[in-house]
């Protein structure tokens, strides 16, 4: 007999617990929200080359997302959303674990890294592995945060997969962001020759 209580049951194992988890939830649509917050319409690795003062804060790693996380995080504990804080995360415990999961998914967006895209497979194939031996809970948060990571990912370019009308728009969006990084010398190839 195909219950509700087994099919809730059935789908937390099969999202490793996302969908019976409300601060994951939050979590992920906070990080979309928040993942490109300041961000200055230019790769990370032009922050760098430039010396811009973020790239010295964040130590050249994943500079936009980490200056991203910090705006929004700093808004976020700002005393007007208090109570949006108390209703998502009552506790310091879970107060951090929010913190945990946003600052995660958000860098997990940051896909020109190489080290950071080497070190996201190696968790991959460790989560996955039939052979890696740990605890099933950490096994089950291990696959949980991969999940997590390439949820965003995929967020972050499903614009190339959808209706032409929105492909065209956020790729016109693109299009344009690069051109005008382009017009005041922070692009050194004019993207109207490529695109």
Same mark, same amino acid.
């Given at each position: ?111 020109? $890294? =190489?080290?950071?895209? /080497? ?10 592995? +039939? !052979?890696?031996?740990? @605890?099933?809970? $950490? =096994?089950?948060?291990? /696959? ?10 995929? +967020? !972050?370019?499903?614009? @190339? ?35």
């Amino acid at each position: 007999e195909i219950t509700s209580t087994n099919c809730r049951s059935t789908l937390h194992d099969h999202t490793y617990g996302i969908t019976s988890d409300p601060l994951t939830q939050f979590a992920c649509i906070l990080a979309a929200l928040i993942h490109d917050v300041d961000h200055q319409g230019v790769p990370n690795t032009r922050l760098v080359e430039e010396e811009d003062n973020l790239s010295f804060k964040y130590k050249g790693r994943s500079v936009a997302e980490q200056n991203s996380v910090d705006v929004a995080w700093a808004l976020f504990l700002e005393p007007q959303f208090g109570e949006l804080r108390g209703a998502v995360c009552p506790t310091d415990k879970e107060l951090n674990r929010l913190r945990q999961l946003v600052v995660n998914t958000v860098l997990a967006t940051d896909i020109m $890294d =190489k080290d950071l895209k /080497k070190l996201r497979n190696q968790r991959w194939e460790k989560a996955f592995s +039939s !052979d890696y031996n740990e @605890t099933n809970q $950490d =096994k089950i948060n291990r /696959k949980a945060t991969i999940v997590l990571e390439h949820l965003i990912q995929a +967020s !972050d370019v499903c614009h @190339t997969m959808q209706h032409w009308h929105v492909y065209r728009k956020w790729n016109e969006r693109l299009s344009e962001e690069m051109y005008h990084a382009y017009k005041i010398g922070r692009a050194d190839a004019d993207p109207s020759t490529f695109w």
